[in-house]
């Protein structure tokens, strides 16, 4: 089988990407794909904090059309901050989306570099997936199953809602969205939780990001996943937009 990677948040960082994906001899000295039969998932959140959201989704892209050539695999969920930076970009400042973009890191120079055929990628990225054991979701968090029973029926639900023009219904998935810790040790019912999402949707892991690994254990700077909940839970959110440099999570 061939090996599985999970990148989590990178938040416009583009340099520190860069130098991940080599490291991990993903990507050459040129930038070219070089993990022949590799997966490589991205859990969300290529945008904002950092300075090039636009640079990173490029470079995403191409990497999962050169993958494809390969043998490999890029795979991308959406995250929250894909969600806002679409609402800047199709409502602005009705009902308030712009500035809540702004607040959360916005880039003005990401908007203004946004091309359409990168605003049609981001549309249609899944909000879950599953590969191998694993179900992969962005933010750490039950309310997807508000929108369906399925990966499937999740997927097409959000992607309509994104394909749509109904504010109130971007604003509500973006309240959702807001949530974290669902699975978290310290909740009476986390894992109890995990576990019901797993038997939902299927797999013996949940891979996500969303929450920074700082922001659930003493570690500072992670080089590694943070493991919790009886090992359901894998966090791979290393905190890039926190100083951190991140990592990636080769699974098998």
């Not at 990178?10 to 590799?38: F, M, P, Q, V, Y």
């Not at 959406?78 to 500035?99: D, S, V």
């Not at 996500?208 to 590694?224: A, F, N, R």
Request: hydrophobic share 40%.
């Amino acid at each position: 089988m061939s090996a599985l990677y999970f990148i989590g948040d990178i938040h416009g960082h583009r340099d520190k990407l860069i130098t991940l994906l080599t490291k991990a001899r993903l990507i050459n000295r040129e930038l070219a794909w070089c993990g022949g039969d590799s997966r490589v998932w991205f859990l969300g959140d290529f945008f904002d904090r950092g300075d090039d959201g636009i640079g990173v989704v490029e470079l995403v892209m191409r990497l999962q059309r050169e993958a494809g050539v390969a043998g490999g695999t890029v795979g991308a969920l959406l995250g929250n901050h894909e969600i806002m930076f679409l609402a800047a970009h199709r409502f602005g400042n009705q009902g308030g989306m712009a500035a809540a973009w702004r607040r959360n890191g916005g880039q003005e120079r990401d908007l203004q570099r946004i091309k359409a055929p990168q605003i049609a990628w981001l549309r249609n990225l899944p909000a879950l997936a599953r590969v191998d054991d694993y179900l992969l979701m962005h933010a750490d968090a039950i309310f997807y199953r508000d929108y369906g029973q399925s990966l499937d029926a999740i997927n097409d639900e959000i992607g309509a809602i994104l394909r749509d023009d109904e504010l109130g219904e971007w604003g509500h998935l973006l309240d959702l969205f807001s949530q974290r810790f669902a699975f978290a040790e310290t909740r009476p019912d986390g894992i109890l939780r995990a576990s019901e999402t797993l038997r939902r949707y299927g797999g013996q892991h949940i891979v996500h990001g969303h929450t920074p690994i700082q922001y659930m254990s003493d570690v500072l700077y992670p080089d590694k996943p943070h493991i919790y909940s009886i090992k359901l839970c894998i966090n791979v959110d290393g905190g890039m937009y926190l100083g951190a440099d991140g990592f990636v999570y080769k699974a098998c």
